[in-house]
Structures are given as structure tokens and as C-alpha cells.
């Protein structure tokens, strides 16, 4: 049992949240059982994947209109899960009317980035640079059946953007919002943001650049 403890711990799990799971392992499997490696290590896994919840496809073949806005800190790769979600809508289904939305006007990268997907995918690219723009995109579009909103990143004292993506997220609109956090984030840095953005109803955590991390303890920490 040391060793599993030990091996969990160096690859960044919280001490603290090893120790629970190798007791829970522990109280099912009984004394006579922890001498079968296998046995621990599989009723270790069914407890770590229990204590994550994870949700279905975020773009599938459902009915009726879905709304997506992606928020988060800048560098998290905000604009490239857009268009490849996009891309995926396309895939899945070319007539399906799909809208790409962004509010990210700070960077002109970021809108040639999505101008240039939207072009290949020939699906319609808004830019909101107000609240009030991104209220007539909507209107313009209320046929759309997916609308992908892209967001700038913002930092802790920008408090107008972030009143402003306040505002967006409880209008009149019904929308999925997704907080993206880059999988190599220190996992300070990860919480910091997921405190930082409790204000704003945030639906789910999307991760992203998972083949950039070297070990996924840090991250079973904050997802769990």
C-alpha cells in the first residue's frame, strides 16, 4: 500500500486525498486482499474516476439550439478549442447552422485566427466589440442551431470585462459557459482562476494542451 500511496504522491496528488482513496481501497478489499496488486489497482481506479464527473460530448446531435462561451485566462487556447469544435459541428453535420461569436477584439490575431477557420468551414464569424454588439449578433442569428462564443482573457484588475462577461452570462440568452484551463498550469494557478471566476455562472471546466502535461495528479487535484 506504501508504494501506491508513494506513487501517487509523485505524480502530484495531494498527499492529504491519497490517503483517503488508499483507505477507502483499503476498508473494501479487507486486510487479506491489498496483497492483490491488481485488485488494489484497479479498485483504485474505479475510486479516482467515481470522484470525477465528467460530461458528455460538447457538441453532439442534439435538438434545438445550444449557445457555448468559452471563458478564461489568456494563453489557455480559448480560440483554437472554438474553432475545433466548430470544426467538429461541421463534421458531424454540414447543414447544421453553426455561428462563430467573438468578443475577443483585444488581440487582432485572435479574429484572424477564427476569420480564417470560419472561411474554410464557410460558417459565419461576428465580432462583438460591446455588449450591445454581441446582443444584435445574437438577434441576427437566432436561427443558428450551435453559436460559438469566443472571450478575451482577462486579468484580475480588468473589473469592466469581467462585469461585462457578468452581464453576458445572466441575460436574456441561455448559454453553456465552459471555463478553459490549460492542463500545465501550475495547480495554484488553477485554482486561483476557478476562485476568480466563481462570479460568473460557469457550467463546466474544459481542459486543454493535456499532451503538454508530464503528470496528471495536480490536475486530478483541482478536478476533483
Known amino acids: 500500500v506504501m508504494v501506491v500511496y508513494q506513487s501517487l504522491v509523485s505524480h502530484g496528488v495531494n498527499p492529504q486525498t491519497a490517503h483517503h482513496l488508499l483507505r477507502a481501497v483499503v476498508e473494501t478489499l479487507g486486510t487479506a486482499g491489498l496483497g492483490n496488486r491488481e485488485a488494489l489497482t484497479s479498485l483504485l481506479w474505479e475510486r479516482m474516476e467515481e470522484a470525477l464527473a465528467v460530461s458528455g460530448p460538447a457538441v453532439s446531435r442534439q435538438y434545438g439550439q445550444k449557445m457555448m462561451m468559452l471563458v478564461g485566462p489568456t494563453g489557455v487556447g480559448k480560440t483554437t478549442t ?15 447552422r453553426t455561428v462563430l461569436i467573438t468578443l475577443d477584439t483585444y488581440r487582432v490575431a485572435a479574429v484572424e485566427q477564427l476569420r480564417v477557420f470560419a472561411k474554410i468551414l464557410k460558417i459565419p464569424l461576428e465580432v462583438a466589440v460591446s455588449h450591445k454588439d454581441f446582443v444584435e449578433c445574437m438577434g441576427r442569428h437566432q436561427d443558428a442551431d450551435l453559436i460559438l462564443i469566443d472571450t478575451a482573457g482577462r486579468s484580475p484588475k480588468d473589473r469592466a470585462g469581467h462585469d461585462e462577461l457578468i452581464a453576458i452570462t445572466r441575460g436574456q440568452f441561455q448559454m453553456e459557459t465552459h471555463l478553459v484551463l490549460a492542463a500545465p498550469m501550475a495547480e495554484s494557478v488553477q485554482m486561483e482562476t476557478i476562485h476568480r471566476y466563481q462570479s460568473i455562472p460557469v457550467h463546466k471546466l474544459r481542459i486543454t494542451k493535456l499532451d503538454e502535461m508530464s503528470t496528471g495528479g495536480s490536475l486530478y487535484n483541482v478536478l476533483s
Open 82 to 96: 472554438i474553432a475545433k469544435l466548430a470544426g467538429l459541428a461541421r463534421q458531424q453535420d454540414e447543414h447544421r
